[in-house]
């Protein structure tokens, strides 16, 4: 099936006044495609925290839109450092956020456990050493 | 209670979104941890919070809150202002502390974003 939009935002490491543009962009694409209430609320929510992952965890990376007629897409991808112990992570309140971080109001600990919760899918994969990627799709009604 | 008996009840100041105080509230919730008001907020809401930067207002804006209240006199700087100005946000500025400022509101009846209070077996 064609895409009805897609879209790749590139996501710096570290670039704590940035993190969020690209969620933001995401929320106002769909919302112009007619996209509204729960779901749009859902894909914000876990675009946002994915997207201030890739800032606050990774060495860089991307994150990708892809919209179906009856589904969203997100696919966050980073170049590094993977996830030693992924069921750790998924854990609500484990964190190796810095102090940058948690002095902005994250590093809770909650951003994976919530995007499986918001998404339809979710699935990860992690390689130390080679990256991180997150796959999360919505179910437009 | 309209986001104006807010402002009245916590004598703030009105930052941004003049022209919609008279948007009904019923609920709020109160936190620095911008996780946790991401993980627990469904619904167009008030969020209190004694923390000023971006993701205060993008968290906000991902969430479509309809109010945000500084405690304790901050007043956000331009650029997050004006972020918030873009997403039509309403801003407000109280000289109470977080605490007081909820006290205050829940005793002329607004009420906490609704979480369950029972506790789960999984709950170690
Ligand atoms: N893209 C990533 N690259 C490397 N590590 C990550 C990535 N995303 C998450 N992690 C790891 O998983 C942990 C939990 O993530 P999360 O639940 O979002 O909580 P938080 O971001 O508040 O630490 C992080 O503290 C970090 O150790
Ligand atoms: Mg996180």
């Not at chain 1, 112009?32 to 890739?54: H, M």
């Not at chain 2, 000289?95 to 509101?105: I, Q, S, V």
Request: proline share 4%.
């Amino acid at each position: 099936m064609d895409a009805l939009i897609q879209n790749t935002y590139p996501v710096k490491a570290a670039d704590y006044t940035s993190a969020g543009r690209a969620s933001a962009d995401i929320k106002r694409r769909l919302k112009q495609l007619g996209v509204s209430g729960d779901v749009l609320r859902r894909v914000a929510v876990a675009s946002y925290e994915v997207e201030l992952n890739l800032v606050i965890h990774s060495e860089g990376g991307e994150l990708e839109l892809a919209v179906f007629p009856d589904r969203v897409q997100l696919v966050s991808s980073d170049v590094g450092p993977g996830i030693p112990d992924l069921s750790l992570a998924m854990k609500e309140g484990w964190s190796t956020a810095n102090d940058e971080a948690r002095s902005l109001g994250f590093g809770a600990g909650m951003g994976l456990p919530n995007m499986k919760r918001n998404a339809d899918d979710f699935a990860i994969e992690s390689e130390v050493g080679k990256g991180t990627v997150i796959t999360m799709g919505f179910r437009l009604a | 209670m309209t986001i104006q008996d807010m402002v009245d009840i916590l004598k703030a100041r009105v930052l941004l979104g003049e022209d919609k105080l008279d948007t009904p509230v019923y609920t709020a919730c109160c936190s620095d941890l911008m996780s946790d008001v991401l993980a627990f907020v469904d619904e167009k809401t008030v969020l209190i919070t004694g923390l000023s930067n971006p993701h205060v207002v993008r968290t906000s804006e991902m969430l479509d809150l309809k109010c945000l209240v500084f405690a304790r006199g901050k007043v956000p700087g331009p650029d997050i202002l004006e972020s918030a100005a873009e997403q039509g946000l309403v801003v407000i500025s109280t000289k109470a502390t977080a605490f007081t400022a909820c006290g205050l509101l829940y005793e002329a009846g607004l009420r906490g974003v609704p979480v369950p209070m029972e506790w789960n077996t999984e709950d170690a």
